[in-house]
């Protein structure tokens, strides 16, 4: 039985003579770079081992482009960045065992800022697989198990022809929204086996689109329509589904004011006269919240660091537009629309009527200068300053990645990233390391642009190996290590809960003639120097290093 919906795709004379004689010397390793390229990928991640040789000696034979990073984790940091400027996969190559845990921490991250990842691990011989203790290199009980919590879903080829639909499946995964890592493995036998199999040629794994329900984005817009005090909080879904034109237009048509979480910065202009910028970590910004009667959360799920630390209490009714579901109504009760951001947007804008509000840019201009005047009474002019170096020295368009150090904490509620998708940090889990090696897959997608890095002297030893990597593909990243001796931000949080310090002093390298050792220019800045310095670094070609030698400190928080 046939029906008019069913597609019968007829291969070509030319398909069909490519089936009938198919390379010879062809593996396993083959079909997974093959399939790679089918589905669209032209740059992959990755570290060789030796059961997963197999498919690095298929990238000899391929088309597409490989960077290989030092540390498996660093690898899993560059794919995220890369999946997060795209918004399109970045295939990730790792060993067996030791390989393959070493990117979980990556793979954290990348599920946290929904960075859509594909991991593909070898494994032992399929003989070894299901458990038994047989000794092979690498061996685990269930390797599977200890990516399961992490990443969106997993996926197993035991046979050579399982590989492109196994490949095909997770792409599709990472791909839906909300976007997130995804993890493959495929045993060394399997990889290195001699196939007959025709070359995979294009394949399909078009994500659905996640569709809001009208009736809720109905009740949404008639909520907002008849507000007297909305307010938006935009949060990184904005940015991953490339909304930040139709959120502009919704908060201009119903005249509310918007607030970019941390994730989310760059959805709205920093100095629109409704923008509240990000001052998340603010109780005037809280308070204003709070009061709102109708507000809007886009793209977030209003977590720790989006809710003041959960101290934020909303009074009005809540709307939660969210692509993962496990968000909606998590933290907060209100209508929640499982939807991608920007079509659940477009709905909005479909239906919402203009809502005239002459008071709102007078309100908005009320609570920055609240919060101006509370972070100027702390006397933090230092870190402030280095700040607006690091603004001056920026181009608009490049990118920024930022690690866990107190600079970039003031970064996610104080600096101007200017344009979407161009600030990224490793807040959504927390991990050191994050921006180097991040930075370093961001100018894999562009090497005419420059990439900044951002890390303090802690987080980039867990990065220094990667400064061959830079010096390798010569790539432009400029990395600013802010150097204070230790573990900054530790070192506050003890002093303030315990009265001292413990285990937060570090003993580092001349981060400069490090540098210099593998061949990338370096220089020790001032503070009253670095914007000269920074920008001269960045718009040199290849890898630079600044040094800031400077003891920064977070100004006082709201929530406590």
Excluded: C
């Excluded at 399109?88 to 190559?93: E, R």
């Excluded at 909300?178 to 001699?194: M, R």
């Excluded at 002019?381 to 608009?396: F, G, N």
């Excluded at 001269?536 to 400190?553: C, K």
Aim: hydrophobic letters at 45%; charged letters at 20%; aromatic letters at 6%.
């Amino acid at each position: 039985m046939t029906h008019d919906h069913d597609v019968v795709l007829k291969p070509t004379p030319q398909q069909t003579e490519a089936a009938l004689n198919p390379p010879a010397g062809r593996n396993g390793g083959d079909l997974v770079i093959e399939t790679l390229a089918g589905l669209g990928a032209t740059t992959v991640f990755g570290l060789p081992g030796q059961h997963a040789l197999g498919m690095f000696d298929a990238l000899r034979r391929s088309s597409l482009s490989y960077v290989g990073l030092r540390v498996e984790n660093n690898a899993g940091f560059a794919a995220d960045a890369y999946g997060r400027i795209t918004g399109q996969v970045a295939p990730l190559l790792l060993s067996t065992g030791p390989g393959a845990l070493m990117s979980l921490a990556a793979l954290q991250e990348a599920a946290a800022a929904s960075a859509p990842v594909l991991a593909i691990g070898s494994q032992v011989p399929a003989a070894g697989l299901g458990g038994g203790r047989h000794g092979y290199l690498h061996e685990l009980r269930d390797q599977q198990a200890s990516f399961r919590d992490v990443v969106k879903s997993v996926h197993t080829a035991r046979t050579a022809s399982q590989i492109p639909s196994a490949i095909a499946a997770a792409w599709r995964s990472a791909l839906t929204a909300p976007h997130g890592p995804v993890w493959v493995e495929i045993p060394q036998d399997v990889l290195l086996a001699e196939t007959v199999l025709p070359v995979v040629t294009a394949m399909d794994a078009t994500p659905d689109d996640l569709v809001p329900r009208p009736e809720l984005t109905a009740l949404a817009a008639h909520l907002l329509a008849g507000a007297k005090r909305p307010a938006i909080i935009a949060g990184g879904g904005v940015v991953r589904s490339d909304a930040s034109g139709k959120l502009l237009a919704l908060a201009e048509r119903v005249n509310a004011p918007v607030v970019t979480t941390f994730g989310g910065k760059g959805a709205f202009p920093w100095e629109h006269p409704l923008s509240l910028q990000s001052w998340l970590e603010d109780r005037h910004t809280t308070d204003f919240l709070e009061d709102a009667d109708v507000l809007l959360v886009v793209g977030s799920g209003l977590g720790e660091l989006s809710s003041n630390y959960h101290t934020f209490a909303p009074r009005g009714r809540v709307v939660q537009i969210e692509a993962d579901a496990g968000k909606l109504e998590s933290n907060h009760p209100g209508i929640g629309i499982h939807a991608d951001a920007r079509t659940a947007l477009a709905a909005l804008l479909e239906t919402v009527p203009e809502r005239p509000d002459p008071t709102a840019p007078q309100r908005v201009r009320e609570v920055l200068a609240q919060v101006r005047e509370r972070i100027d009474g702390q006397g933090r002019t230092l870190e402030q300053q280095v700040l607006a170096s690091v603004r001056e020295a920026l181009p608009d368009a490049s990118p920024s990645f930022w690690d866990m150090t107190i600079l970039a904490y003031w970064a996610w509620s104080a600096f101007d990233a200017r344009r979407p998708n161009t600030m990224h940090s490793a807040q959504g889990a927390g991990g050191l390391g994050y921006a180097f090696p991040a930075a370093l897959g961001a100018a894999s997608v562009d090497p005419s642009r420059p990439v900044l890095a951002v890390s303090g002297d802690g987080g980039a030893m867990y990065s220094i190996a990667e400064l061959a990597t830079a010096r390798q593909y010569d790539l432009p990243v400029t990395w600013l290590i802010v150097d204070d001796g230790g573990y900054g931000i530790l070192r506050e949080y003890m002093t303030d809960a315990f009265g001292e310090a413990t285990a937060t002093e570090l003993a580092r390298p001349d981060f400069v003639a490090l540098a210099e050792s593998f061949g990338v220019p370096a220089v020790r800045t001032t503070p009253e120097d670095l914007a000269a310095d920074l920008s001269r670094a960045l718009s040199t070609p290849g890898p630079s290093l600044v040094l800031l030698p400077a003891v920064l400190h977070m100004f006082a928080p709201t929530h406590a």
